[in-house]
């Protein structure tokens, strides 16, 4: 066969390929998808879920199914969705911690930036900083000159070890070179009754859990950790704005797909999910859950996640966790 000829079947199956990548996202979906979430139902990110999975399914025409897969801190869901086959029928609605298990777990059975396709990052959600009001403190500058005075420093609480709020208690103590002392809790419920009691001086709360504390006085709000302020608590100061300038750690969820998926499902699914949460009413429903939203393109949400990872190892490192 001559060079010809075989340029002319280069191009013949380049544009079969096309095609048949065309006709998949044409047809698509063509029965119900199933997106996990490594969580355990009831909490505000499976409610989030299960609200954009009812918007997904009107929208393509098949039902999009909510199955939790609990463990690991979500990485059995995580490496559930990794695995399944490329044909955009199984989706992960991943949280915050698929940026952090890469510097926690020497093992992690996947690889984040791999094995997965970006879809569209969905909704954000601020934490608190936090004080017992007896801590005498109103702003970050005043927090940060106390904890580097304090003998001993000050304790903050988490609901956990390499957990999202335990991580934005130590970019506070990275970029206020304060050293703060970490009392990670089994759940977020014990972290912040533990400083409403008094018992530790700081805590990084979401805006829902903290926004009743605030209202009954039983805690005192010193600043947000997102880039803007919370529409739940405007009165609040960012970090950022509060002194400690270029602060931000949020919690979030978006949906990833296995790597391989066709570019034409991602783009599908990337539109189905943009207008579905950008709706007001989808929009209203997660804002009263303390989450706003924030779409994207699939390539916006890979930049966005290759960031938290990058800044997840360096807090890892700061913090001096080992792996497991």
Avoid at 45 to 54: C, I, M, N, P, Y
Avoid at 170 to 181: D, I, P, S, T, V
Avoid at 224 to 237: G, Q
């Amino acid at each position: 066969m001559d060079s010809h000829a075989r340029f002319a079947l280069l191009v013949c199956a380049v544009m079969i390929a096309l095609a048949a990548g065309g006709a998949a996202a044409q047809s698509y979906p063509v029965k119900p998808v199933r997106m996990l979430f490594g969580f355990s139902p009831g909490g505000a990110g499976d409610v989030s879920a299960r609200l954009l999975a009812q918007k997904m399914s009107e929208a393509l025409g098949q039902q999009v199914i909510v199955e939790n897969r609990t463990g690991a801190g979500g990485a059995i869901a995580d490496e559930a969705v990794a695995r399944a086959p490329a044909d955009g029928y199984t989706l992960l609605f991943c949280a915050g911690s698929i940026a952090t298990l890469p510097a926690l777990r020497a093992k992690l059975p996947y690889d984040v930036q791999r094995d997965f396709a970006p879809v569209s990052l969905v909704v954000i959600t601020a934490f608190v900083l936090s004080v017992h009001p007896s801590v005498p403190v109103r702003d970050v500058r005043a927090m940060i000159a106390l904890a580097r005075s304090r003998s001993g420093g000050l304790t903050f609480s988490s609901p956990g070890v390499g957990s999202s709020s335990h991580l934005a208690g130590e970019l506070f103590n990275m970029m206020a070179q304060a050293r703060m002392l970490h009392v990670p809790f089994k759940g977020a419920p014990e972290a912040v009754t533990a400083v409403v009691a008094g018992e530790i001086d700081v805590g990084f709360p979401s805006v829902t859990g903290a926004l009743p504390l605030v209202a009954a006085g039983k805690l005192k709000p010193v600043a947000v950790t997102s880039a803007a302020r919370s529409p739940l608590m405007p009165d609040i100061p960012t970090m950022s704005e509060s002194g400690l300038q270029g602060y931000q750690r949020n919690g979030w969820n978006g949906v990833l797909a296995p790597a391989g998926v066709p570019r034409d499902v991602i783009a599908r699914l990337n539109a189905v999910i943009v207008k579905a949460v950008n709706a007001p009413e989808l929009k209203e429903s997660l804002r009263k859950l303390a989450y706003e939203t924030q779409t994207g393109t699939p390539a916006e949400f890979a930049a966005f996640l290759k960031s938290e990872i990058e800044q997840s190892a360096k807090l890892v490192k700061f913090a001096g966790l080992k792996r497991s």
